[in-house]
Nanobody
């Protein structure tokens, strides 16, 4: 059974950082395409960042140079380092595997 569990969300001020983690079981992160999505209140869920099995990464324009996706193969964890946070980054962040498996989400709130 595949399970994805996010952690690391919280309430911060603009310009601060947060590090989200997605601990995976039943699935090997290094062999799959892992993604971080977010959904702000009243908005559609959007793709934030992804990492393919070969290590290729993708970032949506609004987070480029501020967010970094990475993985720890030994711990089977995918992380999203978020720096220079902005109020518009406020959302529930979800970990996703292969566009099929989802975590429960973790709330990120950024005040101005």
């Amino acid at each position: 059974q595949v399970q994805l569990a996010e952690s690391g969300g919280g309430f911060v001020r603009a310009g601060e950082s947060l590090r989200l983690s997605c601990k995976c079981s039943g699935l090997t992160v290094s062999l799959n395409t892992m993604r971080w999505y977010r959904q702000a209140l009243g908005k559609q869920r959007e793709l934030v960042a992804s990492m393919n099995s070969d290590g290729t990464t993708y970032y949506t324009d609004s987070v480029k140079a501020r967010f970094t996706i990475s993985r720890d193969n030994a711990k089977n964890i995918v992380t999203l380092q978020m720096d220079s946070l902005k109020p518009e980054d406020t959302a529930v962040y979800y970990c996703n595997a292969n566009e099929y498996y989802w975590g429960q989400g973790t709330q990120v709130a950024v005040s101005s």
